[in-house]
């Protein structure tokens, strides 16, 4: 398997991952709106699940390399993790 199929495999693990928080993430902005001050809690959840899902990426890369991704390598993973955003936006404004 060649490095890219391992980290598209590792991206999608990630966000369905992150997507399964996502009722979770909800229930505790409702909970906590008043000390959180959201204005629209999917749209927090959203930016919640993007970066867990491009911070979890990096640092699964990093792994499989042994060092720090490039510049190059964050890009790649940036592009992977965006051509995912309509599935991550369906689940959570449906």
């Known amino acids: 398997m060649s490095e890219d199929e391992q980290l598209e495999m590792l991206i999608e693990q990630t966000i369905n991952g992150a997507v399964a928080t996502i009722p979770t993430h909800l229930e505790e902005i409702e909970q906590n709106k008043d000390t959180l001050k959201v204005n629209d809690p999917k749209e927090f ?3 919640i699940i993007m970066g867990m899902a491009l911070g979890m990426a990096s ?3 990093a792994s ?3 060092e720090m991704p ?3 390598d964050q890009l790649k993973i940036r592009n992977m993790v965006f051509s995912k ?3 991550i936006r369906e689940e959570i404004f449906k």
Do not use: C, D, S
């Open 45 to 47: 959840v959203y930016g």
């Open 85 to 87: 955003i309509p599935q």
């Open 59 to 61: 640092t699964a890369l």
């Open 64 to 66: 499989l390399k042994q």
């Open 70 to 72: 490039t510049t190059e």
